[in-house]
């Protein structure tokens, strides 16, 4: 049996995770077993630009942490390895994370994850990881938006300049 302060650190432990996870729109684990230090690394630093926090957890301790909050679905695939990465954005832990498991094979492989409390499969990690990043949908969608103005605007200049007359007096006669 474990002393009372070991015992003691491990249930703080345990309740922090607890707290983050409760805290997470989403997160997967992950088994990192073979990477190195160097992709590692690069792994870490591309999840803090994310707003992602990337661990290294104890299976024990995490497992008791996904039993508080109510995903203990996950405990069959806390084995061997595990990290954790959960952030407030729901699709940043697995567009960061999935990106990483391509790059390096067997040696990083997703285990599981959760989004919104609820336990995903990889099928819908791998649908999220294919949803670009914000800022590339803000620009979708602005270019969307843009694109009927831009139309009718080279359709008017194209008839004025068709008619001989300036642009310019064309987009006064369309005004008015």
Do not use: H, W
Not at 46 to 66: G, H
Not at 126 to 154: D, E, F, H, K, R
Request: charged share 20%; glycine share 6%.
């Amino acid at each position: 049996m474990p002393n009372a302060k070991v015992l003691s650190e491990k249930q703080a432990i345990v309740a922090s995770l607890t707290e983050k996870l409760q805290g997470a729109a989403a997160g997967l684990i992950v088994d990192y077993k073979g990477i190195t230090v160097a992709e590692d690394t690069a792994l870490r630093a591309e999840c803090r630009k994310n707003e992602i926090e990337y661990a290294v957890v104890k299976n024990t301790l995490l497992r008791f942490a996904f039993n508080n909050v109510g995903l203990s679905e996950l405990d069959e695939k806390l084995n061997g390895t595990t990290s954790l990465a959960i952030a407030s954005d729901p699709v940043a832990p697995a567009r960061v994370i999935a990106d990483y498991a391509k790059k390096l094979g067997d040696r990083f492989e997703i285990k599981g994850g959760f989004m919104d409390g609820k336990v995903i499969d990889l099928n819908t990690i791998n649908a999220l990881a294919a949803i670009p990043a914000l800022p590339v949908l803000q620009a979708q969608v602005l270019g969307t938006m843009l694109a009927p103005i831009s139309g009718l605007a080279c359709v008017l200049k194209q008839i004025a300049e068709k008619n001989g007359a300036p642009a310019e007096a064309a987009a006064e006669a369309a005004a008015e």
